[in-house]
């Protein structure tokens, strides 16, 4: 039956918390891919070992469980007032998925070829110049793989909200998990389909783009 679907796209409450993790998944994945974007050129620029222990205090995310970063997120940001706020969520997640985009852009850089940055530059294009034409439309790739994989650990992720979003912000995943602990409404599987529905067109377009730019290459 799809009177479940029906009733999620028709409650007001879900699809408030549909738009919610829309926005938050939205703005987090831009700040990411942009924060990361520039520290994987800086270290990349850099290359000393100065810059791996950078870029190993910037992965720490991935490596601390997400209950200790919820719990270190809720008292700083009870200190900032930044709790159950749109800004504090899309910080925290930002901050959590600053690494996915690191990752994928240095995996592009690793592949640059340095002599076109050099001819660029020896051709009288300025470093900001090199860097739009030259540099960004080749590791393009990585930054779009960074964006999407940003987009979706924003999209699905619970434990930083369960601590940080009180009442004013409820994502879908902090719905769906306040819907199985107080009732058994089978609105819940519903929207678990859409959460798993969203993700996988996040990563078919992701697919689809690389095929497009691999195509681009080769002609």
Not at 36 to 57: K, N, P, Y
Not at 77 to 90: E, N
């Amino acid at each position: 039956s799809l009177r479940h679907y029906l009733n999620l796209f028709s409650s007001p409450e879900w699809m408030t918390s549909i738009g919610q993790s829309a926005i938050i998944a939205g703005f987090s994945a831009l700040i990411a891919t942009v924060l990361g974007t520039l520290c994987a050129i800086g270290l990349w620029r850099i290359s000393s070992r100065a810059s791996e222990v950078i870029r190993g205090i910037l992965l720490l995310p991935l490596i601390i469980p997400p209950i200790i970063s919820a719990m270190a997120f809720y008292r700083v940001w009870v200190k900032l007032g930044l709790l159950d706020s749109y800004l504090g969520m899309i910080i925290a997640h930002a901050i959590l998925a600053v690494p996915m985009v690191l990752i994928t852009v240095s995996a592009s850089l690793a592949n640059f070829d340095l002599r076109l940055e050099q001819a660029s530059c020896n051709l009288g294009a300025s470093i900001g110049t090199t860097l739009r034409r030259v540099v960004l439309p080749s590791i393009k790739p990585g930054i779009w793989a960074g964006a999407i994989f940003a987009f979706i650990l924003s999209w699905d992720e619970i434990v930083v909200a369960l601590f940080i979003a009180k009442f004013r912000i409820m994502t879908l995943p902090r719905r769906m998990w306040d819907g199985i602990r107080e009732n058994t409404d089978p609105t819940v599987a519903a929207a678990a389909v859409v959460l798993v529905v969203v993700t996988i067109s996040a990563l078919a377009i992701y697919a689809i783009m690389m095929k497009r730019f691999q195509t681009t290459e080769t002609q």
